[in-house]
Structure formats: C-alpha cells, structure tokens
C-alpha cells in the first residue's frame, strides 16, 4: 500500500557531504514522523535522527552539529544531508515513516530498503 524509495548513498572520503532522499509514494492520507536509522556490520540498528509532522528534530549525540534532517510535506520526502563526513558513520542507512494510510485511517510505520554509505579514511 505504501512504498518508500531511498537514494543518494555513495562513496565518499572523510570530511566530505552526501544528501539521502526517502521518498513516500502509495495509499497516503498522512504521514507522521519521519527518521533515519543506520545500521554498521556487526552492529544494532541505531537511530540517527527523527523529524515530527511538526517539524520537531531529534538526533543522535554522534551526529549532532553534522547532520541535518528536513521533509518535504508536498513531495511525502524526508532527507538527511550529512555533512563532515567520518568513517564511523559508514552504515546501511535506512528510513522510517509512520503512515496513516488512506481509506482504513489506520497508521502503520514502514521502512525503506537501505542504501550504502561509506566514508573512506
């Protein structure tokens, strides 16, 4: 009912810039917060930064000051430029939304399917 699309991850070296895109598509009456999380190898998905249909923001303490997250209400986009680029935070990023989708009015929280990031040293 509901489809997440993820771009923009890459390759980049240290102390450089990338911009992820998460775009919502499908049954959609609304959508409520909307977040990033990562997830290295070996390691738990951890969350990076969140944003409410207020435009409330929450990050994590390792990318405060670094990183930015914002959403496009019209397009159903969240994004996360990430600046100052290090090599822990070489992850599989992934977004989340909480959708209330269209004709039941019931919320369900859906993921997108994660796009590489990987800062080089």
């Known amino acids: 009912q509901v489809q997440l699309v993820e771009s923009g991850g890459g390759l980049v070296q240290t102390g450089g810039s990338l911009r992820l895109s998460c775009a919502a598509s499908?049954?959609?009456?609304?959508?409520?917060?909307m977040g990033w999380y990562r997830q290295a190898p070996g390691k738990q998905r951890e969350l990076v930064a969140v944003?409410?249909?207020?435009?409330?923001?929450n990050y994590a303490d390792s990318v405060k000051g670094r990183f930015t997250i914002s959403r496009d209400n019209a397009k159903n986009t969240v994004y996360l430029q990430m600046d100052s680029l290090k090599p822990e935070d070489t992850a599989v990023y992934y977004c989340k939304t909480s959708v209330v989708v269209a004709t039941i009015f019931s919320e369900y929280v859906y993921w997108g399917q994660g796009t590489q990031v990987t800062v080089s040293s």
């Open positions: 944003i409410t249909s207020g435009d409330s923001t």
């Open positions: 499908g049954s959609i009456f609304s959508i409520n917060a």
